[in-house]
């Protein structure tokens, strides 16, 4: 099981931002085709929160 964790840095919440897609997608990618990885759980740093939303800039 890999345990995969969001953590967006200088942010009291995270956000679902073209970079950490940048950092995330390929990471997803490399854990699916990782034959000892039969599962992913992601998680956040941020406590009380997941991903607080989109950020549009």
Same mark, same amino acid.
């Given at each position: 099981?890999? !345990?995969?964790?969001?953590?967006?840095?200088?942010?009291? !919440?995270?956000?679902?931002?073209?970079?950490?897609?940048?950092?995330?997608v390929p990471l997803f990618d490399h854990l699916q085709?990782?034959?000892?990885v039969k599962g992913i759980v992601v998680i956040s740093a941020k406590?009380?929160?997941f991903i607080a939303g989109a950020d549009i800039k």
């Open positions: 099981i890999a !345990v995969v964790q969001f953590n967006q840095e200088n942010s009291k !919440v995270n956000t679902l931002s073209r970079g950490m897609m940048d950092e995330f085709n990782d034959d000892k406590p009380g929160s």
